[in-house]
């Protein structure tokens, strides 16, 4: 009997949860006349009659570990197995919710005609989504084959996961609850159960079950439609839970989607296949009208939102619509996607195949022509082009159909578009509740032939039914049980059906047959595209369920005993111990009940003599033959049992998953078990996969039965490792034929059983055979250490001749024909397991398992191959108990080699360069030998030849071994190197795998990833940087891989760590006192500007949140009151500068941090109070006159400062927060939030704001609202030409009115707000009206009457500004404006001339004269000129037009000066140099070439009498000339940190700096010198932003002391702000963004920097404050940050950075780097740190996507380096460097001078513990030589950072150590191997060559000792004399078997005889090494 765990008893977990659910809400409100029918039912249906307790079910399935889905979704998800795998087979079984399977708790077993169904069984065809989010079939089987082989796959999983989880679907009435949870116990995880969700439903729920549903979208693109697979589901998987009452179906997501589907019929049951579900109609449910004859029974459902069509069957290549009530589906699955009906009429069962209905038969006459609905004609369109393209490609053929010929449409279409249109465009999450049938659907037909015969479901000539969708689903017979007759009276469909496999991987379907108490089971074979079924056979039983995982049956006897199968095999009876009593089968069921079936096994009581027929038989599992019927006295046990007459029975077995099943008894109890696994240890379960793979299927099923039994009889559960391999070898040796007395001489001491325990009478005296016992079994390694500890002698190896043990096998075992093909695939798996270091152990039973077979088949050669791996273990010479005769009989294979194969041998000399044959191996046996074969083939550069890359290998099967890649490796101009790393990647090593090889394997791998590891390529997945050591390259690999498939959730997460909130924290309000600038002290700050307090001090000079002090002294002569006045004057100085800072203050914290999305963002006061030291006393503005309102735009720009301190990639700044954010108060507040929409418009988050929230915005009609609104849109829409926004911005710019419009009373200042605004919108676009209309709006004229007569020139100047953004670059390029004349028009506006007619839509209104301002016939220059001028620069920008540019040119005379205003001088030369953009050099010397000549010797001079020259004009020309030059430069330059233009700009800001204190100025006035003067220091600014450069800093700090009475004519409110600015500039965002030179850009900044600043707060004559905030839009991120990957910190390093012409810089991170369109490489080039290098062509983006977010890049340090936070100058590292690069290797380092190079803890402790020198003892010579060699080659590992060298020469070392006492055969390989490895390679190594010749040398000495007494022996060796190891001890042994393979002498070599030269000469024609022959010769003589 087999055991299986104990039980436990099984309660649902659901049953709990819905015992405390409230249960469904009852609705209160009145139900209607039409509703009273649905509602009575849904009460009636609350209440039974005839049931006590509710009614409740469940279903389980299989579902994987979150964290196993994650590890294997992305792999599985590339390579979607389509075809069959029998293992791996996933049962979506579609069984019954009837008593079988799901049950109720009453105990009514009648069969319930609510359903019958358990969906998912087993594994789903799609997980939660929320665990994973990628549909895959292969995702929670990562082994699944690739290739089928011989109708059988490879992969066959004997232990069980140890991470699966079960999902429970619970239904109790209303509810309906699903959870999960662990059920194993093989790991130490919680297998407590979670609770996913809870479904309510209004009405009973009838059925409930998980199905996968698939979303097509429809593609319009014609040329990437193709024909579609049919026999797979398209669209994106969404996994559902449905549940059902009579007339509904509810579907539920795990996103939270949830749909209602109305049926118009009553719900048998549904059904999940493989394209949706199925759905059953009860019977008479459709009107019994004759209208309905073709009325379906059967529909289909593919997705929630999709029609319900009927399903069609083909049968004989008809097909019809299935309306037969007969018929009945009672099961399906999906793969193989197929159903079992049931016919009430025949009595049969059939199975059919589920598929989509093919496009060919589609093409009837009678479909649906059109789609006729209410719809738009544009909708009907759109669906008809569908159509059309769906069916292009689609070979349509006539189908005769019953006798009619049908012809054909162009309208065939997988399912309705009108549902997949409504799909595609589904808002989110919600219900659909929609009424049936659709009022709008009009159905027509057309044919060609009016014959269609009455009864095809084509015939549409009658009335259309209510159900006339186009069928999808067709159902294709497959086959009919004939032979299960049934009676009539109790005929019924098959209770259960499933699906199972055999050991050998055979299919079987099965069901139960109640009414003939059998299980029917039939044969079916998937391997071909037909699916074939064989013969049919029957077992009596009561119910049958299969174990998935162990690929059994589980039969439940009418005895109540459980028997297990495998196909058609028994296995044996099933042990069921520790249940209660009352549910152990009694005697009293054997007697009532017939026994129909027997047992393979004897009953123990039918043996006793005495037994008659009468008496109870007992089971041999009874532990008492009574059962305790008495009453018991406690009456609450009572209530356990049944009456007497009602014994409780087990009744059915359900919910198999892996490999735990569920015991269902009588009386509604239910205990989970566990079958035990078909193997506990790695080296049977390798073994029986072996024999599965090349036994035939009836032998290896037998061996898999017989195996099976004798492993899990009772009493065998806890068993050792050693007792279950000697239990399978005994059972190997049976199936061969051995006798019972050589198994027990080859078992040893372990008892299989306790029955063959043979009891031994004990003896008291010892004999010497019993001291030879132990030195002869397995404790013999005692022998040594006696001979050693007791100084005794001990006798030799006595070897006991067993010849009288030896008998003739017996020839007809089971597995006879088989041994060889046995012996020789078992030393293929214990060749591989010599790859692995963790199995090592198994190497030695195996081999005394194969040693014995080949002495038996007299394999002499393999048995020296195992003789010299184990020399004192195995055996050389028995005699063979198989005689010769038999062993021709034996089967010989294709792939058996008579030489042992020996995997290190091969490796050798692949490694020499020697021609092999390939080596063979069996797919996931010897896949480890297999990978490291290739590799090493690559590596040794063996593999030159591109058709002979992999083979290496040979797989014994037959196949070729190129599919053993998923997917094919091709890389171009790889290294071998690079490809042998790229192959490890494919293979799925890891470092964990790499450290499981033998150190030579490990050595020649590392070796490899070593030498790619300075600069890999960049394209590399970050698997392969993980290989080798270079996590900051796997770290930027990631962020790659993620950026292409990653979904927004991911990347938000990738880009929000703990270092980037560091960095950019998050805003909160808790502050005392918020100034707006929290969020600068950080990190970053900290580092970039370390050495100083220039943050700090910039913090202060911009704050503006605290009352400023008033220092000043009282005369003795001033009174208190004037003293007060006194300092109020002094106030209101200071508050003209506090009031400009907010604007700079914005710069400087412009995207720094991210706000805390559930408050409202914490905006800092604007402070116009002082305070009076020392006593603090608050100085108000209260005693002198103010401007009123002058705080206005102040509080607009605080506004904008404190908005644009939000990233633009802040997430959930959404319509909701922003509305969060408005003001409810003062007027102040609505400034505040006008300017921080303007700033939200600039991050790009107006976007989000919705359309309704912008009107109530715009109709509050408050002034700085509306601009903030319409320029914050116009910013976040640049360049769209959004025709929503146009709208917006039209009814305020009057000019895009028709002239009929309502007149508008709209502020001059939103005018001009919203002309700037088009000119964002349209940037760019050339947009012909935009252009005509803003070209007219440049010379708008005042009027009429008061209109248009104030700020007219800031009108004009935006206007002008609009029309250079649309016409932006483009005033060479052919756009359709040619006949505007745009050019010469801003020409004539520039210049003047006499007025033009009017154009536009708005001309007639101007005729009406303005009745303020009078101008007269010529065009107003001092209006119109700037815009003009600048419009004319922007739209020739870079083009190098020289007649443009001549226009702009300074005038040449002092006549021709007088013309031209000053201040229009610095446009057109701005203007000028923009045209000629190329032109500009940064050098003094081209700033003062744009001073005309006859200018320049005027300027700045002290004027003389005798010359008649206009001094003051000359000297403002020259400096609004340099002036415009120098803004040119600074917008060309901008953002470079260009070191000339820097110092040119300087140059000219200090010279002037030093004239506005020197009466020289007052030749061109002191304000041209300040005006001049703002805009340099704006230029040198633009130039270093984001550098925080100290000299612009110092010169702003001078400039903004100037405060007070004495300077405010000439520093005005203007002068601050554009100092504020200046310095704002320098710390660009805290210093993380720079400014972009672009077009766009440059446009931008001349917006924001128009060098006309206003005089007071509330000036917006000239230039609309608001536009001061538009350099945002020029902002862009190129700092770089480098971090270290693994301290996660961020810290320096010195980046080098190629430009396109080749130039070189370097910059010191974290730094920005010049402009990404110029360079063309950057990377890490630090000698402290790894080379990280970012390449144009190569992984470019990535560095692009890095900029704009994080900035961070990944560094590694190398060996022996600190960061330049430790070590900033490199002193504590200078010695580290040295050697580094040092070729010399210390000869005895010091373990402290080690440690200083590394912070690996593990060397640390190493140096400590093994390396350090202890004084107390002395260390002997050998010690004190191993220390020394040990610290030699760790400081060379340690200061060449590769630590492996460490592991592998101690290896290497240990071997030389351990070869006088115990050598080890294996190890020696390992040496030769890489010693073969060092010698062969031409390049540096990790290890030297040196290092190899001395280990080398220290094996020659040690081998050049044993020589004498080993010479005699190693001659029979040479002779083939098999018997020299007789007389020799174990260790002579295990040195001969180290000579034999160090010097690879050959075994029975023909050359070892003759004379001298003879020999010397045959052996050195035999191929061998010169060592070798030497070595030979010199034993031989």
């Not at 479901?457 to 069928?471: G, I, M, Q, V």
């Not at 393979?600 to 041999?620: A, C, G, V, W």
């Not at 969020?1079 to 400023?1108: A, C, G, H, W, Y």
Request: hydrophobic share 35%.
């Amino acid at each position: 009997m087999i055991a299986a765990s104990d039980p436990q008893e099984y309660v649902p977990s659901g049953r709990q949860q819905a015992f405390r659910h409230p249960g469904p809400l009852e609705s209160t409100i009145k139900h209607s006349k039409t509703d009273v029918d649905e509602f009575l039912l849904n009460k009636f249906e609350k209440v039974s009659l005839t049931e006590t307790k509710r009614s409740e079910f469940w279903t389980l399935r299989k579902v994987p570990n979150p964290k196993v889905l994650q590890k294997y979704s992305q792999d599985s998800s590339k390579n979607i197995n389509k075809s069959y795998q029998h293992t791996n087979y996933k049962t979506r079984q579609s069984d019954f919710l009837d008593e079988s399977v799901s049950f109720k708790t009453n105990t009514d077993t009648s069969l319930n005609k609510l359903g019958k169904r358990l969906s998912d069984v087993n594994s789903p065809k799609f997980s939660s989504k929320r665990l994973s989010g990628e549909g895959d079939k292969s995702i929670y089987e990562p082994n699944k084959s690739q290739i089928q082989k011989q109708g059988q796959d490879t992969h066959f999983l004997i232990k069980s996961d140890p991470t699966y989880m079960e999902d429970e679907l619970y239904v109790n009435g209303h509810t309906a609850i699903w959870s999960r949870g662990l059920v194993n116990n093989h790991d130490d995880l919680d297998n407590g159960r979670k609770t996913i969700c809870s479904y309510t439903s209004e009405s009973v729920i009838h059925q409930a079950l998980w199905c996968t549903f698939y979303c097509e979208c429809p593609v319009f693109e014609e040329h990437i439609i193709d024909l579609p697979n049919l026999d797979e589901p398209t669209g994106n998987p969404v996994e559902a839970v449905c549940i059902t009452d009579l007339h509904n179906i509810k579907v539920f997501t795990p996103k939270g989607e949830d749909y209602t589907v109305p049926v118009p019929f009553v719900i048998d049951k549904i059904w999940s296949t493989k394209y949706g579900i199925l759905i059953s109609k009860e019977n008479q449910s459709f009107p019994k009208d004759n209208i309905y004859e073709n009325r379906a029974t059967l529909f289909s459902l593919a997705y929630p939102l999709d029609d319900i069509c009927p399903v069609v069957m083909n049968q004989s290549s008809n097909l019809n619509i299935i309306n037969n009530n007969n018929m009945t589906v009672i099961y399906t699955n999906d793969d193989p996607s197929i159903c079992m009906i049931y016919d009430s009429i025949t009595k049969q069962h059939s199975v059919y195949r589920i598929r989509k209905v093919r496009p060919d038969e589609r093409e009837f006459g009678d479909k649906i022509a059109s789609i006729s609905t209410s719809q738009s004609n544009k909708l009907k369109s759109r669906l008809s082009m569908w159509d059309n393209v769906n069916n292009k490609y689609i070979p349509s053929t006539p189908l005769s159909i019953n006798g009619s010929n049908i012809a054909q449409t162009a309208n065939s279409r997988s399912q309705s578009s009108m549902a997949m249109m409504s799909r595609c465009q589904s808002p989110a999450p919600s219900s659909y509740n929609s009424p049936w049938p659709p009022q709008t659907l009009k159905v027509h037909t057309s044919f060609k032939n009016s014959t269609v015969f009455n009864k095809s479901y084509f015939d549409l000539s009658k009335n259309a039914s209510y159900l006339r969708a186009t069928p999808t689903i067709c159902l294709d017979y497959l086959w009919t049980d004939n032979y299960s007759v049934q009676d009539s009276n109790t005929a019924a469909p098959a209770s259960k059906v499933f699906f199972v496999d055999d050991f050998v991987g055979q299919k079987y379907l099965c069901y139960i047959l109640e009414s003939r108490s059998q299980l029917s089971i039939v044969k079916v074979d998937f391997s071909s595209r037909n699916i074939v079924f064989g013969m049919l056979t029957s077992i009596s039983a009561k119910d049958a369920t299969h174990i998935p995982h162990l690929h059994m049956l589980a039969i439940l006897e009418h005895g109540g005993n459980v028997t297990l199968y495998s196909g058609l095999n028994i296995i044996g009876k099933l042990h069921i111990g520790g249940t209660l009593a009352q549910h152990t089968p009694s005697p009293y069921v054997r007697r009532q009940t017939p026994q129909v079936n027997f047992s393979p096994y004897p009953k123990r009581s039918s043996l006793l003599p005495h037994i008659k027929s009468t008496d109870p038989q007992f089971d041999e599992h009874l532990l008492s033959p009574v059962l305790p019927n008495m009453v018991p006295r406690n009456p609450i046990l009572h209530m356990n049992f049944a009456e007497h007459d009602k014994k409780v029975t087990l009744n059915g077995l359900i919910h198999a998953i892996e490999d735990r099943i569920t015991l269902k008894y009588s009386d509604g109890t239910f205990y989970r078990i566990t079958l035990p696994s078909l193997a506990s240890t790695s080296l049977v379960e390798s073994c029986l996969i072996v024999m599965r793979q090349i036994l035939q299927k009836d032998v290896a099923a037998t061996l898999f039965c017989r195996w099976y039994s004798t492993k899990n009889v009772i009493g065998a559960k806890d068993i050792t490792s050693e007792q279950e391999w000697a239990m399978f070898t005994n059972l190997i040796f049976e199936l061969l034929g051995y006798d019972d007395e050589q198994l027990q001489d080859s078992s040893g001491e372990v008892p299989v059983t306790p029955s063959n325990v043979i009891k031994k009478q004990k003896c008291s005296t010892g004999t010497d055979n019993d001291w030879m016992y132990i030195c002869n079994s397995e404790h013999r390694k005692i022998k040594e250490n006696i001979n050693f500890t007791l100084k005794i002698e001990c006798t030799e190896n006595i070897v006991i001749d067993d010849s009288k043990n030896r008998e003739n096998i017996d020839t007809r075992g089971v597995l006879f024909p088989y041994i060889r093909q046995i012996h020789f695939n078992l030393h293929l798996l214990y060749e591989d397991l010599k790859l692995n270091t963790l199995r090592s152990e198994e190497l030695l039973p195996l081999m005394e398992l194969l040693n014995k077979l080949a002495i038996d088949l007299s394999l002499d050669e393999y048995n020296l191959h195992y003789w010299l791996d184990f020399p004192n273990q195995a055996v050389l010479k028995k005699h063979s108990i198989i005689p010769q005769t038999e062993l021709k009989n034996i089967n010989c294979w294709q792939g058996y080699s008579e030489k042992p194969i020996s995997i290190f041998k091969y490796i050798y000399d692949l490694l020499d360069g020697v021609p092999l044959n390939p080596y063979p191996y069996l797919d996931d046996i010897c896949s480890r030998s297999r990978d490291i074969l290739q590799l090493c083939s690559i590596i040794s550069q063996a593999n030159n030849d591109p058709n002979n890359k992999y083979r290496f290998a040979k797989e014994l099967n037959g196949s070729n071994n190129e599919d053993f890649l998923q997917t094919p490796l091709i890389y171009n101009n790889n290294s071998y190197l690079e490809e042998a790393v790229l192959l490890m990647v494919e293979m799925k090593m890891t470092t964990s795998f790499l450290d499981t090889l033998p150190y030579s394997i490990y050595f020649i791998l590392y070796d490899t990833l070593w030498k790619c590891r300075e600069n890999p390529p960049a394209d590399w997945p970050a698997e392969a940087y993980f290989l080798l050591w270079r996590e900051d390259l796997a770290a930027e690999a990631i962020k790659s891989e993620k950026e292409k498939t990653g979904t927004t959730q991911e990347l938000v997460g990738m880009y929000s760590n703990t270092q980037l909130e560091d960095v950019m924290p998050g805003i909160k309000a808790d502050f005392e006192q918020v100034d707006g600038m929290e969020d600068i002290d950080n990190s970053l700050m900290k580092l970039r500007f370390s050495e100083d307090v220039r943050v700090n001090e910039t913090r202060k000079m911009l704050q503006s949140s605290r009352p400023v002090p008033i220092v000043l002294t009282q005369r003795p002569d001033v009174s208190d009151h004037d003293f007060i006045e006194e300092q109020e004057k002094h106030l209101y100085g200071i508050c003209i500068r506090t009031m400009a800072l907010p604007v700079g203050r914005g710069m400087f914290t412009l995207r720094t941090a991210t706000p805390v999305i559930t408050e409202p963002l914490p905006a800092p006061p604007l402070c116009l109070t002082g305070k009076a030291p020392p006593r603090g006393t608050t100085v108000d503005l209260n005693h002198i006159d103010t401007p009123a309102n002058m705080n206005l735009w102040p509080l607009f720009h605080n506004g904008v400062a404190n908005g644009l301190r939000i990233t633009p990639d802040a997430h959930n700044i959404d319509n909701t927060w922003i509305i969060f954010n408005k003001c409810k108060g003062s007027n102040d507040l609505q400034m505040e939030h006008a300017g921080f929409l303007l700033a939200l418009g600039l991050n790009g988050h107006l976007r989000n704001l919705a359309f309704n929230s912008t009107f109530n915005y715009l109709e509050k009609l408050h002034e700085m609202t509306s601009v903030g609104v319409l320029l914050g849109l116009s910013a976040a829409f640049r360049g769209t030409a959004h025709p929503c926004l146009t709208k917006t911005l039209a009814i305020h710019v009057e000019a895009l009115l028709p002239p009929t419009s309502m007149e508008l009373d709209i502020p001059q200042t939103l005018q001009v707000a919203g002309l700037l605004g088009i000119g964002l919108v349209y940037q760019g676009t050339t947009h012909r009206h935009i252009t005509e209309v803003l070209l007219t709006e440049i010379g708008r004229p005042p009027g009429p009457e008061m209109e248009n007569s104030v700020d007219r020139e800031s009108y004009s100047l935006a206007a002008g500004l609009a029309l250079g953004l649309v016409t932006l670059k483009n005033g060479e390029r052919p756009s359709g404006l040619s006949d505007l004349n745009v050019p010469d028009t801003l020409h004539y506006y520039m210049v003047g001339g006499n007025k033009r007619p009017l154009t536009g839509s708005q001309k007639d209104k101007y005729k009406t004269p303005s009745f303020q301002i009078r101008e007269g016939t010529s065009v107003n220059l001092d209006v119109t000129a700037p815009g003009a001028t600048l419009a004319l620069g922007l739209m020739y920008l870079g083009t190098g037009n020289k007649a443009i540019a001549d226009w702009m040119a300074p005038p040449q005379t002092q006549y021709l000066l007088d013309f031209v205003r000053p201040d229009f001088l610095l446009l057109r030369t701005l203007s000028r140099s923009l045209i000629l953009w190329n032109e500009i050099e940064p050098s003094k010397d081209w700033v003062e070439s744009q001073v005309p000549s006859t200018i320049r010797p005027y300027c700045l001079v002290k004027p003389c009498n005798t010359v008649n020259v206009d001094y003051e004009a000359m000297n403002q020309a020259y400096c609004n000339i340099v002036a415009g030059a120098c803004f040119a430069m600074g917008l060309k330059f901008a953002g470079t940190a260009e070191e000339e233009a820097y110092e040119t700009l300087l140059y000219f800001c200090h010279m002037f700096t030093s004239l506005t204190g020197k009466s020289i100025a007052e030749l061109a006035g002191k304000s041209t010198i300040e005006t001049c003067l703002n805009v340099l220091l704006l230029s040198v600014s633009m130039v270093m932003a984001g550098t925080g450069n100290i000299e612009i800093m110092r010169l702003v700090r001078h400039l903004r002391r100037r405060v007070g009475v004495s300077s405010s004519p000439v520093v005005t409110y203007g002068s601050h702000l554009a100092i504020h600015m200046a310095l704002g500039l320098l710390f660009l965002g805290g210093g993380r963004y720079t400014l972009s030179n672009s077009a766009s850009s440059v446009a931008a900044l001349i917006c924001a920097f128009y060098p006309k600043f206003p005089t007071h707060s509330n000036d917006n004559r000239y230039h609309l404050q608001a536009f001061r905030h538009l350099y945002v839009l020029a902002v862009e991120a190129r700092l770089i940050i480098p971090k270290e990957v693994h301290l996660d910190e961020i810290s320096y390093a010195n980046l080098r950075v190629v430009k396109l012409d080749g130039t070189v810089l370097n910059v010191k991170g974290p730094g920005i780097i010049p402009d990404l369109n110029t360079l063309t490489k950057v990377e890490v080039n630090d000698e402290r740190y790894w080379p990280v290098v970012f390449e144009r062509g190569k992984n470019w983006n990535l560095l692009e996507k890095i900029l704009s977010t994080t900035g961070y890049i990944e560094v590694k340090q190398r060996a022996g380096c600190l960061s330049y936070i430790l070590d900033k100058f490199g002193y504590r590292s200078q010695l580290a460097r040295t050697l580094t690069h040092s070729l010399v290797v210390p000869w005895d380092p010091s373990p402290s001078s080690i440690t200083l190079f590394t912070s690996d803890k593990s060397v640390k402790l190493f140096c400590r513990y093994f390396l350090s020198s202890d004084n107390a003892t002395e260390s002997c010579l050998l010690e004190a030589r191993l220390k020394q060699t040990l610290s030699k080659i760790t400081y060379d590992a340690v200061v060449r950072d590769k630590l492996i060298v460490i592991v592998v020469y101690i290896a290497l070392v240990k071997v030389i150590l351990d070869l006088e006492n115990n050598p080890c055969p294996m190890n020696i390989w390992q040496f030769k191997i890489i010693a073969k490895r060092v010698m062969k390679s031409d390049c540096s190594n990790l290890l030297s060559k040196e290092i190899i010749l001395s280990l080398r040398q220290e094996y020659m000495k040690i081998f050049d000792k044993w020589e004498d007494s080993m010479k005699q022996v190693l001659q029979r060796y040479l002779q083939g004399v098999l018997d020299f190891s007789g007389s020799t001890d174990n260790l002579l042994s295990k040195k001969m078997s180290a000579y034999v393979i160090f010097f690879d002498f050959p075994w029975n070599c023909e050359s070892v005889t003759g004379e001298f030269l003879e020999i010397f000469e045959k052996l050195a024609n035999s191929g061998l090494c010169t060592e070798t022959v030497e070595k030979i010769v010199k034993v031989m003589n």
